[in-house]
T-cell receptor, first 112, second 114 residues
Framework: DTAVSQTPKYLVTQMGNDKSIKCEQN?????MYWYKQDSKKFLKIMFS???????INETVPNRFSPKSPDKAHLNLHINSLELGDSAVYFC???????????FGPGTRLTVL | AQSVTQLDSHVSVSEGTPVLLRCNYS??????LFWYVQHPNKGLQLLLK??????LVKGINGFEAEFKKSETSFHLTKPSAHMSDAAEYFC????????????FGTGTRLKVLA
């Protein structure tokens, strides 16, 4: 069973479009995260939710809007896509009181 | 504020020789430290973690790391490299003031030569 899953795995789209990436975890964790990995492999946190509540928002443009319908899901919606949004986006989750994070397989977003 | 510095962006070793990937951290309190590995076009896999228990931490696939507070280091080692170890390695420090947040190093690309 996949612990943290993301869909889609690949996403190719045109500038200006709106797209969503979905993340689900079946670990029973309370906290979920979105990270962005740029072309130089650098990973940076974007958002974190704890039990559906936003707890970390790292100066991400407001074109990015995370949504957590329940604590097992954290989706990322991106409006008006720009070339610079091309990256690999990773979802992760962590249990209560634990600081080990479990990562999904990543979604490679390419904006043309 | 916490930070982590990976001292080498690229490391090349011959198969069967030791591996050393260097990481220094900065933290105002006792940190949690991790090493993750990312194989090409794959996700992140936890190799090992330090959370204030034993200073020598053993991980998967023969990797280990030693936490040295006096040197603020958490270097990753393996006695004998295998071709399958070729990957990108990330040193990570976790913030523990209320909200856990990972701060990643810039990564070290390990190349293993036959």
């Amino acid at each position: 069973d996949t612990a943290v899953s993301q869909t889609p795995k690949y996403l190719v789209t045109q500038m200006g479009n709106d797209k969503s990436i979905k993340c689900e975890q079946n670990l029973g964790h309370d906290t979920m995260y979105w990270y962005k990995q740029d072309s130089k492999k650098f990973l940076k946190i974007m958002f974190s939710y704890n039990n559906k509540e936003l707890i970390i928002n790292e100066t991400v443009p407001n074109r990015f809007s995370p949504k957590s319908p329940d604590k097992a899901h954290l989706n990322l919606h991106i409006n008006s896509l720009e070339l610079g949004d091309s990256a690999v986006y990773f979802c992760a989750s962590a249990g209560q009181g634990g600081d080990e994070q479990f990562f999904g397989p990543g979604t490679r977003l390419t904006v043309l | 504020a916490q930070s982590v510095t990976q001292l080498d962006s690229h490391v090349s070793v011959s198969e069967g020789t030791p591996v050393l990937l260097r990481c220094n951290y900065s933290s105002s309190y006792s940190p949690s430290l991790f090493w993750y590995v990312q194989h090409p076009n794959k996700g992140l896999q936890l190799l090992l973690k330090y959370t204030s228990a034993a200073t020598l931490v053993k991980g998967i696939n023969g990797f280990e790391a030693e936490f040295k507070k006096s040197e603020t280091s958490f270097h990753l080692t393996k006695p004998s490299a295998h071709m399958s170890d070729a990957a990108e390695y990330f040193c990570v420090v976790s913030t523990t003031s209320g909200t856990y947040k990972y701060i990643f190093g810039t990564g070290t690309r390990l190349k293993v030569l036959a």
